[in-house]
């Protein structure tokens, strides 16, 4: 019986010496609250965690486009929630230097360089005031396609609050070019990377700094390779906002797609 109460009184010590462990972290005796606990009011306030919205094209036909009647119900919608549109630039710089924004704010992209970025976009954003981003592939702009833009518009659009960023060459699925090891894959690999960037940056006379993974898709080797590139930051179609406070180098963007109702996009500004 004594041997068993002994039995007893040791599990009950090594139970209670185990939770002092696991609550007694440096965090508790710095903040006077646990790390976790910390870092969930960080995700919930608003005023640290950005969405980045993106689009693509603006004439109605297909699933990533949309009517442009819609996109200004969008706009509308940011206006009447009291949501701030702010560049691309100013969120990342907010992330170089962390500090909670006044209130909510939100960063519209458009990827491709339809020709509705030109003839839709340009004017509504225009509007409302609104900076946006746009991520073009160059081989799209050369094209000179009825669907596609000039450099002349590109140029036209980014001296007038449309930021213009780099979407690679040819938007092909760079995840799966990384993965070859020939030296025409690498080559090509580079040139998706950083020629891109380059020939953006003579065409438009300035620096390139955001990089957006064609299809969304990304590895490790791929953010090795734009650090190396120069950029100060890539974008993802990951689903999520990003926390200020901590300094991703890869970005989530919320994809929206024709279909998706004023409920859904409200839902992921609060
Ligand atoms: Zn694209």
């Not at 965690?49 to 486009?65: A, C, E, Q, R």
Request: aromatic share 12%.
């Amino acid at each position: 019986m004594k041997s068993t109460v002994r039995i007893l009184i040791i599990l009950a010590a090594a139970l209670a010496a185990s939770a002092a462990i696991y609550f007694w972290t440096p965090e508790i005796i710095f903040s006077g609250r646990p790390a976790w606990q910390e870092k969930r009011k960080e995700v919930r306030s608003r005023l640290l965690s950005i969405p980045i919205l993106l689009y693509h094209n603006i004439d109605g036909k297909g699933v990533f486009s949309i009517d442009s009647d819609v996109l200004a119900s969008h706009f509308n919608l940011f206006r009447d929630a009291g949501v701030r549109v702010i560049p691309l630039s100013e969120l990342v710089a907010r992330l170089e230097n962390p500090r909670a924004f006044d209130g909510k704010s939100a960063v519209i992209t458009f990827d491709d360089g339809f020709y509705s970025m030109h003839s839709k976009l340009f004017p509504l954003a225009r509007d409302y005031g609104y900076p946006v981003t746009l991520f073009a592939y160059t081989d799209f702009i050369y094209r000179n396609g009825k669907s596609v833009m000039t450099w002349d518009m590109l140029r036209e659009l980014d001296k007038n609050g449309i930021d213009v960023q780099c979407h690679s060459i040819s938007h092909i699925d760079l995840a799966e070019l990384s993965q070859n090891d020939d030296p025409e894959s690498r080559k090509k690999l580079y040139d998706e990377l950083y020629l891109s960037k380059r020939i953006i940056e003579i065409q438009l006379g300035k620096k390139v700094d955001f990089f957006a993974f064609p299809y969304g898709r990304y590895n490790l080797k791929l953010i090795d390779l734009c650090m190396l590139a120069g950029y100060r930051r890539v974008f993802s179609t990951d689903y999520g906002s990003n926390i200020i406070t901590r300094d991703n180098y890869s970005l989530s963007r919320q994809h929206i797609k024709r279909g998706f109702t004023l409920q859904f996009i409200e839902r992921f500004l609060k």
